[in-house]
Nanobody
Framework: QVQFVESGGGLVQPGGSLRLSCAASGFTFSTYDMNWYRQYPGKGRDFIASISSSGESTDYADSAKGRFTISRDNAKNTVYLQMNNLKPEDTAVYLC??????????????WGLGTQVTVSS
């Protein structure tokens, strides 16, 4: 059974940083591209970043470029999102999943619970 467990969220002041983790299980992680998304209350999920199965290629939404960095550790079945210079508009629930193809794409598996990020002074 595929499972995603996101962690690392919390309350941070504007300009601060957080590193999110997503531990995946139930599939051969190293052979799948992986994405991060975020969801605002009452709205759909927005694509943030994508990383290829090998980790060699990455892609970002305009809102994430220059501030967020996606990475992965295939030995740990984990994908990360380093978020710097956080803004109040980054406040959302952050989730990961495997896309149908690299980049902003439909997702393959059932969603996890996500991790809440709150940016506020």
């Amino acid at each position: 059974q595929v499972q995603f467990v996101e962690s690392g969220g919390g309350l941070v002041q504007p300009g601060g940083s957080l590193r999110l983790s997503c531990a995946a299980s139930g599939f051969t992680f190293s052979t799948y591209d992986m994405n991060w998304y975020r969801q605002y209350p009452g709205k759909g999920r927005d694509f943030i970043a994508s990383i290829s199965s090998s980790g060699e290629s990455t892609d970002y939404a305009d809102s994430a470029k220059g501030r967020f960095t996606i990475s992965r550790d295939n030995a740990k079945n984990t994908v990360y999102l380093q978020m710097n210079n956080l803004k109040p508009e980054d406040t959302a629930v952050y989730l990961c999943n495997a896309p149908g193809q690299f980049g902003n794409s439909w997702v393959r598996f059932r969603w996890g619970l996500g991790t809440q990020v709150t940016v506020s002074s």
